[in-house]
């Protein structure tokens, strides 16, 4: 019992570091392309009106 119990918390650690970490260190971009940002609605919803001259594209990625 108490074996199981130290692999349960074991895992919930593992879980909780994995989540801090994708949460708190911030993403990286090849040489040469912008910097990551986060999306805001209204930032959003400026550039892609200010851009209504060209092609855009808007394109959503799930890891699922």
């Known amino acids: 019992m108490k074996r199981r119990l130290?692999?349960?918390a074991a895992v919930i650690a593992a879980l909780a570091?994995?989540?801090?970490?994708?949460?708190?260190?911030?993403?990286?971009?090849?040489?040469?392309?912008?910097?990551?940002?986060?999306?805001?609605?209204a930032d959003f919803q400026q550039r892609f009106?200010?851009?209504?001259?060209?092609?855009?594209?808007?394109a959503f990625f799930s890891p699922t």
Do not use: C, K, N, W
């Not at 570091?17 to 609605?41: D, I, K, M, W």
């Open 6 to 8: 130290i692999i349960t």
């Open 17 to 41: 570091a994995t989540a801090a970490y994708f949460r708190f260190v911030p993403g990286s971009t090849p040489a040469g392309q912008p910097p990551l940002t986060r999306l805001e609605l």
């Open 49 to 58: 009106r200010t851009a209504s001259d060209g092609t855009r594209v808007v």
